[in-house]
């Protein structure tokens, strides 16, 4: 009892399947480095100078990092950080400087 399914006797070489190679792109080249995101370090350095500014420009910066994939995410949200704390700071400062005032209205004449 023999099967040809066991014993498979060998094709000739015009009948063999022909290998499947798989599929293989042509060399491009290592990918483009992203570079940091610009609006992200002028947020940055804003955030110092202009608080206001620089949120706006941390939060545009965060925006366009999602959609690119660009790199500066933390130079971004650093920018946020760093200008809501200059302006809480502000504000604690104002509030103190206005009750100081205010504690001593005989040492300020106008």
């Known amino acids: 009892m023999s099967d040809s399914n ?10 063999q399947p022909q290998s499947q190679q798989p599929y293989q792109q042509p060399y491009q080249g290592a990918p483009a480095a992203r ?3 610009t609006m992200a ?3 940055f350095i804003l955030a110092f ?7 706006i420009l941390g939060f545009v910066a965060l925006s366009q990092i999602k959609r ?3 790199q500066g995410r933390g130079l971004a ?4 950080i760093i200008g809501f ?5 502000g504000i604690i400062f104002f509030v103190i400087l206005v009750a100081v005032v205010a504690a001593n209205p005989n040492t300020y004449t106008y």
């Open 77 to 80: 949200i650093a920018a946020i």
């Open 35 to 37: 570079g940091y995101n």
């Open 68 to 70: 690119t994939g660009e």
């Open 6 to 15: 066991l014993n498979p006797q060998p094709l000739p070489p015009e009948q």
């Open 41 to 43: 370090i002028v947020g």
């Open 49 to 55: 100078f202009v608080n206001i500014v620089g949120i």
């Open 85 to 89: 704390a200059e302006i809480i700071i």
